[in-house]
């Protein structure tokens, strides 16, 4: 038998995009060199997956060309990044942003938009990477089981770090990723320097598992009743409730209140628009919300301290925080004062430390890049998100296949609990978390065009057509 | 007939385009592969220079890390803090093998460090460490009564808000530079001695000052 060379080189380059999935949570404790690897890669693999699709040898997906206004409010984005660490005539920079050309005045530099050439330049590189990698999973992401595959690679990513975690704690070795940790003893962080980092990449890995979870069962009421008694240690399902447990755990003893919250935000809000779209999961949604919010309240109780007093420490410390990202919008309101120039920036203004000891600036992801990008970047990561998640709901009506609205509920709850966990903090600067929100996005796009290939076949095809055109990889409903 | 010329001018124009956008991605690649060498580049010296006291103090050690902090900076000029490192290698060698060296020597690593000063600060021009360097170098060369060393004084005072390590080093080269200093600078650092770090409010008033 003839091996399909198209399948051969497709395989390839998805395999090469997986492993990518698995690196991301490293380069962030990897530091800034790590950040280039994970860039390379990313770069390498569109330039690869381009020549063959010059020669040949790779489709193209019908999504890319679906997506187009979100690919183009992208590029827009990147390109503005860009353009704020290019020289402009003095008038036009006066009247762009007069704050910056006053600093400028004053320190004799030259005359740009951003006040950190450096920051901006690599927050360039890096916008640019996520917006390639987005494209490449809009154009790899073709098929269910892709999707599957991806999701499990996630899953698996993070059973991993909430295994490594635990690991370090439970026996004392207390490592990183290959040093001792200088901090957080005692508390789980995987490989990455920070607890609430790792907890933050493990409510997107759990949502993952979750969506798995739906897809995977049926919605009925007696179903769950029989799964839980009939069980077997080789079906899938076992496994992913294991890992459930584990990264549960994990998240549990981070202690990360950000984290806790927005799981179950995220998590109760997708489910409500999983009901709506999806008759007859009400019940299931229900007692999933119930499950993660009983185990949230056992591990807030587990932590010593009053749960009150975390919140009005976080409050205070968050309000605190966002006064300096709010003078600093203040001063740049048009164009901000560079992407990425915020750290920099912030210290001009104010001699604070947070109370916590975090590693996560509690700055909001939202005013962080209001202050360093400006508003029009806001606005475009806005519309590409509201633009994603309506086509994603759009698609999904009673009639979807469960396995597709399973995935599509992981893909949005990850999205949900991204966005709340931004509201609280910079964790858009993590490139996990910003690598999984992209491939979450993209997601919608891809799962919206297999409901409606699926969807349109029995108008558009004869039952012969029908029979060829319809993917094996779905399982019966 | 038609449509096979149609199906083979749209694969040709396919194969164009991905070869140009194959093209267009290859620039932020080859920026990534140098930013990324660069930093493998540096890593090193910037670990050297973190250390509190760097171990293994030889000229031959200052030369080779000069060397690859030097490469770094060829991959990435717009990296702030290798041009920044490089200097700070040059302020090491004067402080510790100043007997060694002749005048020209000594001007030289001086007027190095004070050049990769001037490029750091072009590039992060809010970073109050920079400004202040660039004044103690300036100090160190005797050029404590110049323009350019009361601003650097007087920039340092103004962006070091949260730094009250360089907010002491700004009122020491204040100090240092007695009469000679400029009253714009003098009167920076004036506002820094009259409010010391522990009472400044939240908000010190940088930004307000730039309207």
Known sequence: MVRDSKEDFNRWIFYTYLTLLVLLPISDAGGILATSIVEIWIFTSAITWLLLLAAGRVKLSASIYKSWPIVASFIVAVLWTHLQGARLPQSFLGWLSPAALEIHDVTHSPLTLSLDLQATSEQTLRSGAFVVLFCLSLVLLASTRQIMSLFTVLVASGVFQASFGLTMVATGLEYGLFEPKQSHHGVVTGTFADPDQLAGYLCACISIALGLLFSTKSTARGSVNDYILSSKITQPTTWLVVALAVMMTALVLTHSLVANVALFVGLAISLIVYSIRIQGATYRSVLTIAIVLGIQIIGTLAHGEPLWDRLVSAVEDGTRHAKVALSVIDDFPLTGSGAGSYAAMSATYHSIKPTSDSIVNPVSDYLRIMAGSGPLILILLGFALCQSLWVGAKSMDPSTHKLESGLWLGATMTLMITLVQSAFGSYLQLNAIAGTLMIALAIQWSLARIVRQHQHIPSRASPLALRRRIPSNLPPR | ?211
């Open chain 2, 1 to 211: 007939m038609n449509t096979h010329l149609r199906s083979g001018s749209a694969y040709r124009l396919n194969s164009i385009l991905s070869i140009i956008g194959a093209c267009l991605i290859a620039i932020p690649l080859s920026s990534a592969t140098k930013q990324g060498l660069a930093r493998a580049y540096a890593k090193p010296s910037l670990d050297y220079l973190r250390a509190e006291t760097p171990t293994d103090l030889s000229v031959e050690k200052l030369k080779s890390h000069l060397e690859n902090l030097k490469h770094a900076h060829r991959l990435a000029p717009t990296n702030a803090t290798n041009s920044a490192a490089i200097a700070k290698l040059h302020q090491v060698w004067l402080d510790n093998f100043l007997v060694s060296l002749d005048i020209n020597e000594l001007l030289q690593h001086s007027e190095t460090a004070t050049f990769f000063l001037r490029k750091s600060i072009e590039l992060q021009p809010v970073s109050p460490e920079y400004w202040a360097d660039l004044a103690l170098e300036l100090s160190r060369r005797g050029r404590s009564s110049s323009a350019e060393f009361g601003y650097a004084l007087q920039n340092a005072a103004r962006f070091s808000t949260s730094r009250q390590d360089v907010q002491q080093r700004v009122i020491r080269l204040g100090d240092d530079a007695g009469d000679t200093l400029s009253s714009n600078a003098r009167e920076a650092v004036e506002k820094l001695i009259k409010r010391p770090p522990a009472r400044q409010s939240v908000v010190l008033p940088v930004g307000v000052g730039l309207k």
